[in-house]
């Protein structure tokens, strides 16, 4: 394919675009995994949305 | 489902988890489709090859003032009826609009050195587009700036309805002053300028960013709700210790 004599700036123009996209893309599922991981952490620990109260399975007996 | 089931976070994610796949494959199916389409049409018979940079540049200055256009529908919601995922929308709209001015913007420049001389101009529709991005900027500062994101959210309404101004601005920038910019070539009166050989890409890729935009968007207010679940947990529990 023959882009003439501006080829460069056509070629500058579609990576450049391509970069942004794959940037735009990377940070959304960055952002999911990190509060999926938040999230997790938190069910972990027993705190969750519909009570603050660890569960029973979840309190650690005093030693 | 109705409307209003949407304004329950949980209902809303759910609806999230079962549209994004097809929206991602009609995404990439678009995209595919304009690029090929992209790359089959003709130059143009005075710009040359060239041309095909209107194919990214086109639907990404399109999509800023939509995007733009969507933030301000959210900050009614916030402002009027207080819906609960309104300025979630805002918020969440605002990185990925800025991040399609800013290519617009690019695009628009390495488009304007081969054929104006320059890459800019202080122009009306090139400033005003410029002063958008500024804006775009200043939103996503200013919902980093304030912890609690309902004031955040009432904050950045405010602000986006005033930038709605710069949208008329823009779009008639190139009828109301002189300009290098040339003219609206497919939304006027009278219908398209453009030969279908090219029309036809360039819709096809403006519908490809646009599902873009809205896979995106949906993504990143799953992401948001999930941050404000995040968030209440903590400061819910620091309160009880």
């Known amino acids: ?63 | 489902m109705a409307l209003i089931d949407l304004a329950n976070p949980t209902r809303f994610i759910a609806l999230v988890e079962r549209v994004l796949p097809w929206l991602i494959g009609a995404t990439l199916i678009a995209f595919a489709f304009g690029l090929r389409e992209a790359y089959l049409a003709p130059d143009d018979y005075q710009q040359g090859a060239t041309v095909k940079i209107m194919f990214i540049h086109v639907p990404n200055a399109w999509l800023c003032m939509f995007v733009w256009g969507v933030m301000s529908a959210a900050a009614l919601g916030t402002l009027v009826w207080r819906h609960p995922l309104a300025d979630v929308a805002a918020k969440c709209a605002a990185p990925i609009g800025a991040a399609f001015t800013f290519l617009a913007l690019v695009t628009g420049s390495l488009w304007g050195r081969p054929m104006w001389g320059t890459y800019w101009v202080w122009d009306a529709r090139l400033t005003s587009v410029l002063v958008l991005f500024i804006m775009y900027l200043a939103l996503i500062a200013l919902w980093r700036t304030v912890d609690d994101p309902t004031r955040a959210g009432r904050a950045a309404a405010v602000l986006t309805l005033v930038g709605a101004v710069n949208l008329p601005i823009i779009k008639f920038s190139v009828d109301w002053w002189n300009t290098l910019h040339q003219p609206a070539s497919v939304f006027r009166v009278g219908g398209p300028t453009l030969d279908r050989s090219m029309l036809i890409p360039l819709v096809v890729m403006a519908l490809a960013f646009t599902l873009l935009f809205i896979a995106l968007h949906l993504a990143a207010m799953r992401n948001e709700i999930m941050r404000r679940r995040v968030r209440t947990l903590m400061l819910t529990q620091a309160e009880r210790t």
């Open chain 1, 1 to 63: 394919m023959d882009l003439g004599p501006h080829g460069p700036f056509i070629i500058t123009a579609y990576l450049i675009a391509a970069l942004v996209v794959t940037a735009l893309v990377i940070w959304v599922i960055a952002d999911h995994l990190a509060q999926k991981r938040a999230l997790a952490d938190l069910e972990r620990r027993g705190i969750t949305r519909r009570s603050v109260e660890p569960r029973p399975s979840q309190i650690k007996e005093p030693a």
